[in-house]
């Protein structure tokens, strides 16, 4: 999120309900708690060792390197790598290169606890935003920096800390996907299989965590199962096959075949599990037996549909747009507009910037109605201030124990999303 929305809650646990648990996607979902990246060797023991490997750094790490031509896109590539007021030289040493998710105030009273926070959705989305302007060389760099951290079993944690280098506990198949799916993007975009073995790590471990229903658990640890996370394996499989061609096979001896079947038989199960219709409207719920209904997974849903040809795509965008909209309103950032992250009983009243950037993304691709979304998109932007500040993630703060934080800081998410929308080079959900 933004100059800032941070949508931070701590990371479920047993005290948390089925349902709750559900939502968590990755940290792309604003009302999942996570917790902090904790202790090193704690945190290691008992789980495959990490790959390894060189991380080719890229501007402004290697300041010979170029630089990226895009304003934004120099400040995204500015938020990777440890915060400059690291905790201590020591933790400087262990830093990662990956992308800060929050630009926090250093007088904020959460800059201790989240300054070097750095989600993995961010990093695969911050890669999705470095592809679309041609930043070749940060979008590689985060990539070889993710490769390095994957463990030998494809698992990937869902967070680090930039700072120390630290993860926390938790896989998650919906941060894992994103990953997958930056993967794809790379390969399409450049035509180049670097990170082919890193890709089939990733693929088959979420495909052992599919259940008899067909879709894919939320984790190795849980039960539950998000809708967000299946709409992104079964979009990253279809594309992955789209790139790899009927006789293509992946890395490791993964087969075209397997791959389209894969996602197919996800994406029917995903049709007959998770979609809603409401009259001449549809909607997708949040996961199996969790009925909050949240901004972004419309947002993908409606991409997710309109890949597979599916009318419906339409009528959940529509969904998105008649239920979600909240008009311009001053807030302590700015005047703006936007969409809600969730609509029903108790949910926040704040403007979401990345939930809109989605939203406005997929009325684009979709065919439907763009007018306030765009105007809502436009006045985002104008909060972007010159090559240090970047987009807000929420018109106002708000901390709800329930639905979790959002705040007024800038976010990594917000400004890849502006410069993913802007570019509109499909390498998400594009076939």
């Known amino acids: 999120m ?32 996570s917790a902090a990246p904790s202790g090193g060797a704690a945190v ?41 007021s690291a905790p201590s030289p020591a933790a ?12 926090i105030p250093e007088s904020d009273p959460a800059f201790g606890r ?17 592809i679309s302007v041609g930043a070749r060389g940060e979008a590689e760099q985060l990539l070889d920096q993710l490769k390095a951290l994957q463990r030998t079993d494809g698992s990937l944690e869902y967070a680090f800390n930039a700072d120390t280098g630290v993860s926390v506990s938790q896989f998650r198949a919906g941060a894992m996907a994103w990953v997958g799916y930056a993967a794809v993007a790379y390969r399409e975009a450049y035509g180049n299989s670097r990170y082919d073995n890193m890709l089939a790590g990733i693929v088959r471990y979420l495909l052992a965590l599919r259940g008899s229903d067909g879709l894919v658990r939320g984790g190795p640890d849980v039960t539950w199962v998000s809708t967000q996370h299946n709409l992104l394996v079964a ?32 994406g029917n199960a995903i049709l007959a599990n998770l979609i809603v219709q409401e ?15 949240p901004a972004d997974v419309q947002a993908l849903g409606a991409l997710y549909l309109n890949a597979r040809g599916d009318g419906r795509a339409k009528q959940v965008a529509e969904y998105l747009r008649q239920r979600f909209y909240v008009a311009p309103r001053a807030g302590s950032a700015a005047t703006l507009g936007g969409y809600l992250p969730f609509i029903g009983a108790g ?33 985002l932007v104008a909060t972007i201030g010159g090559r240090t500040v970047g987009p807000v993630g929420a018109d106002r703060d708000v901390v709800d124990p329930v639905w979790g934080e959002f705040h007024t800081w800038p976010t990594s998410a917000a400004g890849s999303w502006l410069l993913i929308r802007a570019a509109n080079a499909r390498l998400l959900f594009g076939h």
């Open 2 to 33: 933004f100059a800032r929305t941070i949508c931070i809650i701590t990371l479920l646990s047993a005290a948390v309900s089925p349902v709750a648990a559900q939502a968590a996607p990755d940290r792309a979902a604003p009302h999942v708690r």
């Open 44 to 84: 290691e023991k008992g789980k495959p060792k990490r790959r390894g490997g060189k991380v080719r750094q890229a501007w402004p790490a290697n300041p010979r390197a170029p630089r990226p031509r895009n304003r934004l896109a120099r400040w995204l590539a500015r938020q990777v790598g440890p915060a400059r």
């Open 92 to 103: 400087d040493a262990r830093g990662k290169l990956l992308v800060r998710s929050f630009d």
């Open 114 to 130: 989240l300054v070097g926070r750095s989600y993995t959705y961010d990093n695969a989305l911050a890669t999705f935003a470095f």
């Open 235 to 266: 979009g990253m499989l279809r594309d992955l096959a789209a790139d790899l061609g009927s006789k293509g096979t992946l890395a490791t001896g993964l087969k075209y075949a397997d791959i389209n079947d894969a996602a197919n038989s996800i």
């Open 279 to 293: 009259g001449p409207l549809a909607y997708f719920r949040q996961g199996v037996g969790d009925p909050v209904l």
């Open 347 to 379: 949910a926040p009243d704040v403007i979401w910037s990345e939930g809109t950037i989605e939203a406005a993304t997929a009325f684009h691709r979709v065919g439907v109605d763009s007018g306030v979304a765009d105007d809502a998109v436009a006045r």
